[in-house]
């Protein structure tokens, strides 16, 4: 394994970014978690907001003398056909989802050491549309772009800059969807490997492009999605106004 890496995981409260902490924690790496949301053990920071960010990645450096990756798990998403949707909404998840990573790679880029790697948590939606997810499809589909860039850019420090692009994972998120009827269904009947993902199985991904085996990876977006890519994205906000009207 070599050296003991300092890694730090936004959003690390719940779901996968919880999964990703523990996972790296378990690999023997020093893990900084840190989120929103108040918990034992985890670092305060607002994505949105620019100051946070930067105050945490200034702590890191100074408590551990530096760090050698950054994993930016933070999203949120809405539900609202374009012409209904609500500008403010529309911003606060653009505002999470893309301009929060912006502010995370910004300053990560800034501080990570030579030789290090930046991970984002984009979406299927970055590459297949769905019904009434217009704010969350153009926040993901930016951070795609956003991340080649950041490789470009990087890349003479030989920092890596990568995302890993999950299909269905139950997380606290998804999970009130599951409940609404045919949501479910609709998104395994289109994911030929027929099940959802685990947050266990996204964190492995993001491992890899953390470690040395991926040392000739950047600018890449991992599909990790059981194949539904392939297929067709279920009819969300048609299923949601079947069920609620």
């Not at 920071?45 to 100074?62: C, G, K, N, R």
């Not at 995370?104 to 019904?131: C, E, F, I, M, W």
Request: glycine share 12%; net charge negative; hydrophobic share 45%.
């Amino acid at each position: 394994m070599g050296e003991q890496r300092v890694i730090v995981v936004v959003g690390a409260a719940s779901g996968i970014g919880e999964a990703t902490a523990r996972r790296l924690a378990a690999w023997g790496d020093t893990v900084v978690a840190a989120d929103l949301a108040q918990a034992d053990g985890i670092e305060r920071v607002d994505v949105t907001d620019e100051d946070s960010v930067a105050a945490l990645l200034d702590a890191v450096v100074e408590r551990h003398g530096g760090f050698h990756g950054v994993v930016n798990c933070a999203g949120v998403s809405t539900l609202a056909a374009i012409t209904e949707h609500d500008a403010a909404e529309f911003r606060r998840v653009v505002d999470v989802c893309l301009t929060g990573a912006f502010l995370v790679l910004k300053h990560a880029g800034r501080r990570v050491s030579d030789g290090g790697s930046l991970v984002s948590l984009t979406s299927l939606n970055a590459r297949q549309p769905g019904t009434g997810l217009a704010a969350y499809c153009a926040a993901k589909a930016g951070l795609v772009s956003l991340t080649e860039v950041a490789a470009l850019e990087l890349a003479p420090r030989r920092v890596r800059v990568n995302a890993v692009a999950p299909g269905l994972v139950i997380t606290p998120l998804t999970a009130p969807a599951m409940d609404i009827p045919g949501v479910r269904d609709g998104y395994l009947e289109n994911t030929p490997l027929g099940r959802s993902g685990e947050p266990d199985e996204i964190a492995g991904a993001i491992r890899f492009l953390l470690s040395d085996e991926a040392a000739w990876m950047t600018g890449e977006t991992m599909e990790l999605n059981g194949g539904a890519h392939l297929q067709r994205y279920p009819d969300l906000l048609g299923l949601v106004m079947k069920a609620f009207g």
